[in-house]
């Protein structure tokens, strides 16, 4: 028996742009997309039907990104709360990365990007799943209080190609060699 279709959520800075990265993405047969024009009209939807991966634009109109993901995150209506949140932008500053990781944003794209890259960044998504559940009503990935205002953006990528901007150091790498104790 084959796995259910996840449901993937675009609402982008244009809607040529949602167009392409919702054609793109559809092109994954195990991926149901859904286009949104507004932030209403998404948190609508998202009060009626779960969505795995939600594709939004710091560089659209309207409410910032990371105002309408804590919006999601916060809404007892919203079935889904926990979903994997992919953020794109033109440029990152230390402000949005702070607003990004206190928003429950897992990963922001720099712009421009391939609508493929942006495929495989789902994909990849949903092979994993970090949720955590605090007294707080937050469901989400747990990064909150975790960021220093003295810490500089990390741009780090395995290729010159990757539009990827870690967030998160990774924790698989000790930070200091020798001190392991």
Request: contains cysteine; proline residues 8%; positive net charge.
């Amino acid at each position: 028996m084959s796995e259910p279709a996840k449901t993937v959520a675009v609402i982008a800075a244009t809607p040529a742009l949602s167009s392409i990265l919702s054609m793109v993405l559809a092109g994954d047969v195990r991926l149901r997309v859904r286009q949104f024009d507004s932030d209403m009209a998404l948190l609508a939807y998202m009060r009626l039907a779960p969505v795995d991966v939600l594709v939004c634009d710091f560089d659209r109109e309207g409410r910032p990104a990371y105002e309408m993901v804590e919006a999601i995150r916060m809404d007892n209506r919203i079935e889904s709360r926990e979903v994997q949140v992919i953020a794109l932008t033109r440029t990152i500053t230390p402000p949005m990365r702070h607003q990004s990781i206190s928003a429950g944003i897992d990963e922001v794209l720099v712009k421009p990007m391939s609508p493929r890259h942006l495929l495989q960044r789902v994909q990849a998504r949903l092979h994993t799943r970090p949720v955590v559940s605090g007294g707080n009503g937050y469901r989400g990935p747990d990064r909150r209080n975790r960021v220093s205002p003295l810490l500089p953006i990390i741009i780090a990528s395995r290729r010159s190609s990757d539009n990827v901007v870690q967030l998160f150091p990774d924790r698989r790498k000790p930070r200091h060699p020798g001190l392991e104790g």
